[in-house]
Structures are given as structure tokens and as C-alpha cells.
């Protein structure tokens, strides 16, 4: 939702876009440093009550928002409200860890999620269009309350149905090639997204043709989410992971020299999908790794990382070298990142053989 609130705090307090646009970093930056925060304490913490905690803080912080009218006071806000998320976030997705098959499981919640996300880009602006900014901000506090009691169902132990051999001796080595991917994907796949309006408009289409290009991508992608949860791991991950984060990669790569309308629709579509298939097998390798939910918990604030500072490091690059100097950049990402997780994939497989 950063897009739509950024836009109504330049309209509602007369922001300038960086003031703005920092206020996103803010909030990010506060998600990210909760999810690492809490990642190492995934085996003793009171999942149940801390969560509860986050939620009721990112509410207040959402609310708080509503009432603000300065940077400062909205700068606490923000930080508020992302701690709040980022404990909510880390703590839900450890959660996965303890079941038989996350990448499934994953691959339900990135259904759920684009769902919501595509009901939410139809109607928050509504609200916006109502209460300018404090709108917006009402309508994510009324969210986060409404989904409050959902984090009741949270189990507080790490007793699930999936057992087998951990791999601790080489987890820390396998962890941190697993943070590494995922902060590279999110970093590239979010710094072509946060100019794929430019890109639409350099393949002659306007804006109205945009926007329903956009919406097609994200309702494409439960195509890729509804095909992991059928295949899990039925093939192991190796390959079904290794393939999206390829195809991911080469439709970013494409995009870069884009110039038709149809070139442009038929890329993003493909990327939508390619994506949303990719994530579920990105964060289930994560959640594998330990029962106990630590590297995907860590894995959420890497990805968060990665995904703020796509913008910032892929538009100077456009307004430096252009948008195929910006295509190579995040295909390189993609790639390094396929190499990075590629034998974590291979050594989860090969434990699951020995398990089996």
C-alpha cells in the first residue's frame, strides 16, 4: 500500500516526494530490524502474547497516524506501527516451520495475500479519496483490529507434524545463503515493479491500459501460487525453485527493452506468475531449514530489506544508464540468488531422501 499512502501525504500535508518516501523507508526499515530481532528467539518467546503485542502496536501506530500532522510525529508513528507488522510477520511466519509441507502452506497464504492486496488497491483509495491520508491510515488500523483475534490460533510451542534429521551443522552456512536470495529477489523484483507504470508508459500505453496491465499481473500470479501448493515438493525443491527464480529473472531481464504493448502485458503476466510461483519455495526453504521458525523469521526481514531498497538503488540507475542498464542490474540479482539457495535446496532435498 506505500504507493497509495506515499501519494496522499503529498497531497494531504503538502509533503514533497523524498519526505514522503522516507517515511515507507521508516516503516520498512522498523519491519525489518523486529523480524531480526526476534529471529534468534523463536524457541522461547510467547509466540501467541507477542504477536497479539505487535498487532495492537501496529494499530496504534496506524491510528496514531490518522492524528498526526508533522514529520516527526508521523516518524514515530511509523516506526510504531512496522515493529508492530515486523513481529506479526516473523512470528506468523515461523509459525510454518513446524509443518509437514511449508511450501504449500506458503504457497496458500501468497494466494490469500494477493487476494486481499487486490481488494485492498480497489477500495483504500476510496477511502483516501474521502479522508486524504487519514483514510488510508484508518482503513490499515481497521485491518490490522480486524485480524487480531486470527493471531489467537497461533501455537505458542514448536510441536507440529513434520519431523525429521535437522541439519544444524551446516544450517548457519545454508541460512545465510538463504538470506541472501531472498533479499536479492525482493530487491529485484520490487525495483522493476516500482517503475513498471514508466515502463508501460515507454511501451505506449496509458495510463488507464497501465493500471489494468498491473491488476492482471497480480490476479496472474495466483496461476504460480495455485501450481506450488499442487506440486510442493513433489519433485523435490531444487527444481521447481531453481526454475522460477530463472524465469523470474528473464522476464525482469526482458522488461528492460520492452516497446510494444503487447511485449509489455505478456512479460508482466509471465513475471506475475513466474513470482508468485518462485516465493512460496524461497520462504519454504527457509522455514525448513529449523523447525523452530529462525531463519524464516530472518528471512522476512531480509526480504523486507531487499524489497525497500529496489527503488532506491534501481531509479538512479534508470536516470544514470537507462532501463537496460536497470534489466541487467536486477537479472545479475536474480541470478546470484539462484546460485546462493540453489545448494540449500540440494542439501534440503537430500536430507528429505535420508528422512524418507
Do not use: K
Request: charge should be positive.
Amino acid at each position: 500500500m506505500q504507493p497509495l499512502l506515499i501519494g496522499a501525504l503529498m497531497d494531504g500535508l503538502h509533503m514533497d516526494g523524498g519526505s514522503a518516501g522516507l517515511l515507507g523507508s521508516i516503516e520498512l526499515g522498523a519491519v525489518a530490524l523486529a523480524s531480526f530481532a526476534l529471529a534468534p528467539r523463536m524457541g522461547t518467546i510467547s509466540r501467541r502474547l507477542l504477536s497479539c503485542v505487535g498487532a495492537v502496536l501496529a494499530v496504534l501506530g496506524y491510528g496514531g497516524s490518522m492524528l498526526a500532522a508533522s514529520f516527526a510525529s508521523l516518524a514515530v508513528c511509523r516506526v510504531a506501527a512496522g515493529v508492530g507488522a515486523g513481529m506479526v510477520l516473523a512470528i506468523g511466519n515461523a509459525a510454518v516451520s513446524a509443518c509437514r509441507h511449508p511450501e504449500r502452506v506458503y504457497a496458500q497464504m501468497t494466494i490469500a495475500g494477493t487476494v486481499a492486496l487486490t481488494a485492498l488497491l480497489a477500495l483504500l483509495p476510496l477511502a483516501i479519496a474521502r479522508f486524504a491520508y487519514r483514510g488510508g491510515y484508518g482503513g490499515m488500523a481497521a485491518i490490522a483490529l480486524a485480524l487480531l483475534p486470527a493471531l489467537l490460533w497461533i501455537p505458542d510451542t514448536i510441536s507440529g507434524t513434520r519431523e525429521h534429521v535437522e541439519i544444524e551443522p551446516v544450517a548457519s552456512r545454508l541460512g545465510v545463503a538463504t538470506l541472501l536470495a531472498a533479499g536479492l529477489l525482493f530487491f529485484a523484483q520490487s525495483g522493476v515493479w516500482a517503475f513498471a507504470e514508466r515502463i508501460g508508459t515507454r511501451a505506449q500505453l496509458n495510463h488507464t491500459a497501465i493500471g489494468v496491465v498491473l491488476a492482471s499481473s497480480t490476479l496472474a500470479g495466483l496461476c504460480g501460487a495455485g501450481l506450488a501448493n499442487r506440486v510442493g515438493t513433489e519433485y523435490g525443491r531444487t527444481l521447481p525453485l531453481s526454475s522460477g527464480m530463472v524465469a523470474t529473472g528473464l522476464t525482469l531481464l526482458a522488461l528492460g527493452s520492452v516497446r510494444t504493448p503487447r511485449a509489455y502485458t505478456v512479460l508482466l503476466i509471465l513475471n506475475g506468475i513466474a513470482y508468485l510461483f518462485m516465493v512460496p519455495y524461497i520462504l519454504g526453504v527457509a522455514a525448513a531449514l529449523d523447525r523452530q521458525g529462525r531463519w524464516a523469521a530472518a528471512t522476512i526481514g531480509a526480504a523486507t530489506v531487499g524489497a525497500a531498497l529496489g527503488p532506491g538503488v534501481v531509479g538512479p540507475v534508470i536516470e544514470t544508464h537507462g532501463y537496460a542498464a536497470m534489466a541487467w542490474v536486477v537479472f545479475a540479482a536474480a541470478m546470484v540468488a539462484a546460485i546462493a539457495v540453489t545448494p540449500v535446496a540440494r542439501a534440503l532435498d537430500r536430507r528429505d531422501d535420508v528422512d524418507s
